[in-house]
């Protein structure tokens, strides 16, 4: 009908537009004029020929001035081809049915194809769309829906299906589209309706899609897998025969809820990162692996991939055919089966490895060697050389030119990767000489990561380094903790012969005083050694901290703002509270140390899970929970070299005499003593931060009913006299000599001995009359827990006391469980041994 039309115009069925009422409007106001003056004349009236006369008169002047005024060029006639007869013979030739109505539902205009489609061949025909489809039970519903639409000036559109046509020239159900949409125009509003014969356009769409489904159903049983993914991973779409080979529920089954790594085994991952497709999205790249099924079968298949872009160039999905591999059937031959056995253990392989050119350039190579060196490398579409570090590539060079001579026995190549994340490997090289097959394998690079065992070699040599430190150190305080013990019972014993108004008594005073510093800096060494005396408790971090708050402010001085910040319900450690208090002292002080123009010290506690340790990257930590202290400060940072030493004993970065060098150290061993861990992070220019791990501690019900004693506080004034025999063993004799007097003077019986065996002839001759033995721990021959251990099997309620400088912990372990002992930590004075043996006297 469109090509019949083309060139003829059709007359609309219904036409009562604006334009033929202008002309109308015309007629009727000259024949109007006509009429009055008609009237006038035949009345007889005197001035109806005059009012005749001038009509006709007007009439010719306005003819006579309209005649010069197109001869000038004054006026102009619009042709046939205005805008509105342009828009009236588009919709008179339009082959969509259109229908205008005004506000009150009547017709103003209907064009010819409109009346085709209706059935309307006569302007009384034509009836509205609601009048004609209201009736129709499967039209019914749209069409009101579009009169109610109309009503509110809202434009809409529906499509529905009839038994017969409304044109009575087709036989069998048709499909129609009608619309509505507000119509604005200098007649007021109205609607334009729409109506056209969908029926040729729908069986298009119903042969499409069987079609599709068609061409889906046998890709679905096709004898060959096939998904699509994107870049993630994530499955589009999987027919039927991979579903099944995989165990997956079609019928549950949602485009990208899963993703294909779940059906590739582990060590296979790296295969599927994006590749050469990447590159040329018309690449077709073969992949061989196995497949994991929902039971945990393994399916060797060959995976054929090719990639895709998008309208806008990014790379879409990727469509992948997989073969099925699997050895079953008669039709596998063995050089297949041994095919795919080599390839499931060239797969599997942790190693990496990597078939190479004679240029270097990787020909084929495993998952492990792809997640090592990038998945860009094992493609071939990288140089080795691209992921090692410069001086790493000319050692592996040379290997592979040795490789490529043919040359047996070459060394192994320890190298670092480059990365976000770098990894230390050590590269295996050796020459293949014996493969023609065109495939340009001319050597085999084989790779292990030993980033691991790098660290724990590095940690180990760090362990070993801190840990000869210490016994260094230990040995050390040992010994002077001896010569402060004879010191300070020299100075004592003088002081007591001097009043204070002596000349002398002033010089003992500071001998004494000196005597105490050393032994706190013995102390010092002791803690950097782990061998410190400590008395851990149930402590609760944040409140320790917060009693701490005035005596940090005064630490840290007017120019610097201290900022505490604290997680709730922190879990409680055990730890000495003086011992802690110590390890937050000394970190404040370095802080301010560290802010020489003020700043701010952040103090902040919190817990971190077990699931957590493993953010922090900090290898020596164990598992388990722990409640962590951070403190921070902002000054300059320190460099590496300094963060690798700052808690050995006696380095310091301070000018000299502002130092000891044993702050940190001390504060290293009482945290490590306290089965923690203290790491630093330091940035030049940004700060420092010191972070401290203590494990969770987990009370029992005892425990938490328990209240802890207070310390026993001895007054000045107490009787420490007594007549008890006691046996004091020690090996160096001016340290013997000193307690021995100390006793004596206080009224104890005092027997002596020099070392384990000669107090146990002590014992034997006095009979066993000994109400207390106070001994020295490391000693010749026979040392103080062994001494205990064979005197009390003749005497198991002997009381006993301990005198070392190491902590108490350091040899109680080697006692039996349950053993009951008084320890005194030396340095000590006359009256701390005094106190001690009266306080185990009276238990």
């Known amino acids: 009908m469109n090509g019949a039309l083309a060139g003829v115009r059709e007359k609309p069925l219904v036409d009562r537009s604006t334009s033929a009422g202008v002309v109308r409007r015309l007629l009727l106001l000259g024949g ?7 009237g006038l004349t035949l009345v007889g009236h005197s001035y109806g020929a005059y009012a005749l006369l001038a009509i006709f008169a007007v009439l010719a002047m306005i003819g006579i001035a309209t005649i010069f005024a197109v001869a000038l060029g004054l006026v102009a006639f619009a042709g046939k081809s205005g805008d509105g007869s342009i828009a009236k013979d588009f919709l008179d030739t339009l082959d969509v049915g259109t229908l205008v109505v005004d506000g009150k539902g009547r017709i103003i205009y209907a064009n010819h194809a409109y009346g085709q489609t209706t059935g309307a061949a006569a302007a009384p025909e034509v009836k509205t769309l609601e009048r004609l489809l209201s009736r129709e039970r499967d039209a019914s519903e749209a069409i009101y829906r579009l009169g109610n639409l109309a009503r509110e000036n809202i434009g809409g559109q529906e499509e529905f299906r009839l038994a017969r046509s409304l044109s009575g020239d087709e036989t069998g159900p048709r499909w129609y589209r009608t619309s509505v ?3 604005k125009g200098t007649g007021g509003a109205a609607q334009a309706w729409q109506i056209a014969d969908i029926t040729a356009e729908r069986d298009e769409q119903e042969t499409f899609f069987q079609d599709l489904q068609h061409a889906i159903d046998y890709l679905d049983h096709a004898p060959a897998g096939f998904f699509a993914s994107d870049r993630a991973g994530r499955i589009a779409y999987i027919n039927a025969t991979l579903a099944d080979w995989l165990g997956i529920d079609l019928v549950s089954f949602r485009p990208n809820s899963r993703s294909i790594a779940e059906f590739v085994a582990p060590e296979a991952l790296a295969l599927l990162d994006v590749g050469a497709e990447e590159e040329d999205p018309n690449a077709v790249s073969a992949i061989d692996l196995d497949l994991l099924g929902a039971s945990g079968r393994r399916l060797p298949a060959r995976l054929l991939r ?3 872009r998008g309208p806008d160039g990014a790379l879409g999905l990727t469509r992948t055919i997989v073969l099925n591999r699997s050895l079953e059937g008669d039709g596998a031959s063995a050089l297949e089966a041994a095919e795919v056995r080599f390839t499931r253990f060239f797969n599997s392989s942790p190693m990496a490895i990597a078939a190479l050119s004679e240029a270097g350039e990787v020909v084929r190579a495993n998952p492990a060697f792809a997640k090592m ?3 860009t490398v094992s493609s071939g579409s990288g140089r080795i050389a691209d992921g090692l570090r410069s001086e790493s590539w000319e050692a592996l060079r040379q290997a592979l030119t040795l490789a490529a001579r043919h040359q047996a026995g070459i060394p192994s190549v320890d190298a670092e990767l480059t990365g976000d994340n770098p990894r230390s490997v ?7 000489s014996d493969v023609h097959d065109g495939s340009g394998e001319a050597v085999i690079l084989y790779g292990v990561d030993i980033t691991d065992q790098r660290a724990l070699e590095d940690q180990f040599a760090k362990s070993q380094k801190m840990q000869a430190i210490g016994n260094l150190a230990g040995g050390i305080a040992h010994d002077f903790n001896n010569v402060l013990t004879i010191i300070t019972a020299s100075v004592d014993f003088l002081l007591l012969n001097h009043r204070a108004g002596d000349p002398s008594f002033q010089d003992l005073l500071l001998i004494k005083q000196s005597a105490n510093r050393a032994a706190s800096l013995v102390r010092q060494l002791l803690a950097y050694s782990r061998r410190q005396t400590m008395r851990p408790k149930m402590l609760n971090l944040t409140d320790v901290i917060a009693d701490m708050h005035l005596l940090l402010k005064r630490i840290s001085g007017d120019l610097v703002k201290l900022e505490r910040h604290h997680a709730r319900d922190l879990w409680p450690v055990m730890a000495d509270i003086g011992q802690f208090e110590q390890v937050i002292t000394n970190l404040v002080q370095n802080a301010r140390d560290a802010m020489v123009d003020g700043g701010t010290i952040t103090i902040s506690t919190r817990n971190v899970a077990e699931e957590e340790i493993k953010r922090f990257g900090y290898a020596e930590m164990s598992e388990g929970d722990f409640a962590l202290v951070e403190v921070t400060d902002i000054g300059g940072g320190m460099p590496d070299s300094v963060a690798e030493r700052i808690f ?9 005499g502002k130092g000891t060098g044993l702050g940190l150290s001390m504060v290293y061993g009482i945290v490590k003593q306290s089965g923690g861990f203290i790491f630093v992070d330091s940035v030049v220019g940004k700060g420092t931060t010191f972070r401290i791990f203590l494990p969770r501690h987990f009370p029992s019900e005892a425990a938490l009913a328990k209240v802890e004693a207070g310390p026993v506080i001895v007054s000045a004034k107490a009787d420490l006299s007594g007549t008890a025999s006691i046996l004091l063993v020690e090996d160096e004799d001016h340290v013997r000599a000193g307690n021995v007097r100390a006793l004596k003077m206080r009224g104890y019986e005092v027997h002596e001995a020099a070392s384990g065996v000669e107090a146990l002839d002590v014992m034997e001759q006095l009979e066993g009359r000994i109400d207390l033995v106070v001994s020295d721990v490391v000693m010749p021959e026979m040392d103080g827990p062994t001494l205990l251990r064979e005197m009390r099997k003749a005497r198991p309620d002997l009381k006993f006391i301990f005198v ?10 080697n006692l039996p469980e349950g053993e009951k002992f008084g320890f005194l930590a030396k340095p000590f004075s006359l009256r701390d041994l005094a106190i001690a043996v009266k306080e185990m006297l009276d238990q």
């Open 32 to 38: 109007a004029l006509l009429f009055f003056a008609a």
């Open 181 to 183: 949409r507000p119509m």
């Open 373 to 375: 060196f990038g998945q």
């Open 804 to 813: 070392s400088g190491y902590a108490e912990d350091a040899f109680a372990k």
């Open 648 to 656: 050995e004993p006696f380095f310091t970065t301070k000018e000299i």
């Open 306 to 308: 090719c990639g895709g």
């Open 426 to 432: 050590r590269l295996y090289v050796s020459a293949v």
